[in-house]
């Protein structure tokens, strides 16, 4: 029983196939509360696939997601984002047109259940400024927040999407490559923000990541997957003695 | 900076306050006719500008309301312009409703089809309903009464422009509230906002129903200015006058709107007062706004003061 409760995300039997390709081919896999879990493989793996079945982007074929002991399956993303999944994504998604200081108030106000209300003023509102603040320091934005998204360099874009998944105060987090087009020094940065935050608020993470100093040194577990499936499932080092990772993964295509 | 706003409303609403009292009375008409364009214009632009919606049916809700009084004056006898008026904003927000929910999951130029769409049926529907409508013949709007006085050019003059102050608050606040904010994340990343928890087609919905009661209630200001309705009024050529109204001032500022409409009244009818080439002229004046000022004159007005800016820096 002890390790339900410690369950916050069970996928099963999970398919998602396109035409002939077999994106997502029958993956199982429950993830432990408060834990840091890479998802590495080769390019066409499925693991931007995985991710996009878990925070409702594509419909499964087959399959079941569990959250927190409710079926998501076949949620709408909007309502999967409200039960606390937040995600970022492999091509930056951001508010372009808008401030990076609004980028941040929209999922504060979307967590706070504000973005309804017309009758007060969002300028008024000096607890979303608050903690919109707060999430800009913490992930180095804050000098920036008067700039439109649109016009920040490629790291802060992706640092800035990243943010907005963080500012849902997700339980479980979906990051689709955060540090890839960062810089080096960035890189430790975001993902000290990111193990930061699963320490310290209780929140789970689910990173695919290519930069395999990063996997390495920041996962409590790393999922290896090839072809579709799960080719491995494991600590960091079990994954790193691990034979057939070395050949398929390690060996030639990422390293 | 704000108070140099605040000043610029305020000089803007005394001369509108003054000017019945001052200038010919054609120029009040004139003056009816853009504040109550101004109204729809506004209305327009919480679709185009702030939620990123391009609607090409927006003349149905401004006739819906525009008939809605035409109807009720012939059939019920209605004369009382507050109960014409509130009859207008429902019937505006149950047909922006219906035809909205039908129209909000559609993206970009399938969106701009059904509106049209829909526009274009409501419009055969008064053409052809003749013994409703009287059909291309239109209705006659006889003179209404505003809480029991007759509806005179100058009340009429200042009732438009009370409507017009406050609609123009609500929807100046309603676009600065949380849910405008909202609105702008929807325009600029409606995958996004979905994915931080925003129910993005219930929120294009509302906008939509808030579009459609402010659009419908210029249209039930517009009837009794004009003291006749016709099938016209919900044409999709009609509809275009407020996208290019809108163009014309700026979509992308509050204010845009408003500016657009009276400057298109204005040149409108200088205009057709010298040559019939009007729908000619109307082309140009769009051709050159779209290649030089894509964000219409408040865009040229912020462009110009950054460079002043610029200049006093250096």
């Known amino acids: 029983m002890g390790w339900e409760e410690k369950t916050i995300l069970e996928v099963s039997g999970l398919k998602k196939y396109f035409g002939e390709v077999k994106a997502v081919d029958g993956v199982n896999f429950a993830i432990k509360k408060e834990t840091i879990t890479s998802i590495i493989g080769p390019n066409g793996a499925g693991k931007t696939t995985l991710l996009n079945l878990i925070s409702g982007m594509l419909k499964p074929d087959a399959g079941k997601v569990v959250f927190m002991g409710k079926n998501i399956t076949k949620m709408p993303p909007y309502k999967i984002a409200k039960l606390g999944i937040g995600r970022s994504f492999q091509l930056v998604s951001v508010y372009d047109g808008l401030t990076v200081f609004d980028n941040i108030r929209i999922p504060i106000l979307s967590r706070m259940g504000k973005t309804k209300s017309m009758v007060s003023l969002l300028e008024r509102d000096v607890k979303v400024k608050e903690e919109a603040n707060e999430i800009l320091e913490l992930f180095g934005l804050f000098d920036k927040k008067d700039v439109l998204a649109g016009e920040l360099p490629h790291g802060d874009r992706k640092l800035l999407d990243v943010a907005i998944a963080f500012a849902l105060n997700p339980k479980l987090v979906l990051l689709d490559e955060p540090t890839s087009g960062v810089g080096v020094r960035e890189k430790r940065h975001v993902m000290d923000v990111i193990e930061k935050a699963v320490r310290e608020k209780g929140v789970t993470a689910i990173i695919v990541e290519h930069d395999m100093d990063i996997v390495f040194s920041y996962s409590d577990r790393i999922i290896v997957m090839h072809q579709g499936k799960i080719l491995a499932d494991g600590s960091p080092g079990e994954i790193k003695e691990n034979e057939e990772v070395k050949t398929v993964i390690l060996g030639g295509e990422i390293l | ?314």
């Open chain 2, 1 to 314: 900076m704000k108070l140099k706003e605040a000043i610029g409303y305020l000089i803007f609403i005394i001369i509108l306050i003054m000017s019945p009292f001052v200038g010919p009375k054609y120029n009040t008409f004139l003056l009816t006719k853009a504040l109550i364009m101004a109204i729809w214009a506004l209305a327009y632009n919480i679709l185009l500008g702030y939620t990123g919606m391009l609607s090409f049916g927006h003349a149905l809700y401004f006739g819906v309301g525009a008939y809605t009084v035409a109807l009720l004056i012939k059939w019920i006898g209605i004369r009382s312009m507050e109960i014409l008026l509130l009859s207008s904003i429902i019937s505006s927000a149950v047909i922006g409703a219906l035809v909205g929910f039908l129209c909000i999951r559609y993206i970009a130029v399938y969106f701009a089809l059904l509106t049209l769409a829909f526009g274009q049926f409501f419009f055969a529907l008064t053409y052809k309903l003749y013994w409703i409508t009287r059909g291309a013949d239109g209705l006659p709007v006889p003179r209404p009464y505003l809480l029991g006085i007759k509806f005179t050019m100058m009340i009429r003059y200042f009732f438009v422009l009370a409507i017009f102050i406050v609609s123009t608050i609500i929807i100046w606040w309603i676009l600065n509230s949380p849910f405008g904010k909202t609105l702008q994340a929807i325009r600029e990343n409606p995958s996004r906002a979905e994915f931080v928890g925003v129910n993005v087609s219930r929120y294009k919905w509302l906008a939509f129903i808030l579009s459609s009661i402010f659009s419908g209630m210029a249209g039930a200001l517009y009837a009794p200015l004009f003291a006749h309705v016709t099938p016209d009024f919900l044409h999709w050529a009609f509809g275009g006058l407020v996208l290019y109204m809108v163009l014309i001032g700026g979509h992308k500022s509050f204010v845009g709107p408003i500016i657009g409409a009276f400057v298109f009244t204005y040149v409108e009818n200088y205009v057709t007062a010298h040559t019939i080439y009007w729908p000619i002229i109307l082309g140009c004046i769009l051709i050159i706004i779209v290649f030089a000022f894509p964000n219409g004159i408040m865009g040229a007005v912020y462009k110009v003061r950054e460079w002043v800016g610029k200049r006093k820096r250096y």
